[in-house]
């Protein structure tokens, strides 16, 4: 059985910085595509960033140049580093594992972007 947990969210001020992180536990991290989605109050859950087994990374266009997706297959972890951040990247943060249709959820961590 998989299990997600992530942390790092917090309160921060527009054009600040925040890195997320997803510890993994279960067999074979090295294998699973992990995605880090986002839901803002009221709004539909969006897919932030990607990374796959190759660590190739995809982003959704509101990010890009501003959001890093990693993964440290010895610690089985996967990363969102957010930097630039702006009042709409206000949001629950979860992370996601997925593999041939399994897929897991984290519980969610809370990003606020204000003054």
């Known amino acids: 059985q998989v299990q997600l947990v992530e942390s790092g969210g917090g309160l921060v001020q527009p054009g600040g910085s925040l890195r997320l992180s997803c510890a993994f536990s279960?067999?074979?991290?090295?294998?699973?595509?992990m995605n880090w989605y986002r839901q803002a109050a009221e709004k539909q859950r969006e897919l932030v960033a990607a990374?796959?087994?190759?660590?190739?990374?995809n982003y959704v266009d509101s990010v890009k140049g501003r959001f890093t997706i990693s993964r440290d297959n010895a610690k089985l972890t996967v990363y969102l580093q957010m930097n630039n951040l702006k009042p709409e990247d206000t949001a629950v943060y979860y992370c996601?594992?997925?593999?041939?249709?399994?897929?897991?959820w984290g519980q969610g961590t809370q990003v606020t972007v204000s003054s």
């Open positions: 279960g067999s074979r991290f090295n294998i699973y595509h």
């Open positions: 990374i796959t087994p190759g660590r190739n990374t």
């Open positions: 996601n594992a997925n593999w041939i249709g399994m897929t897991y």
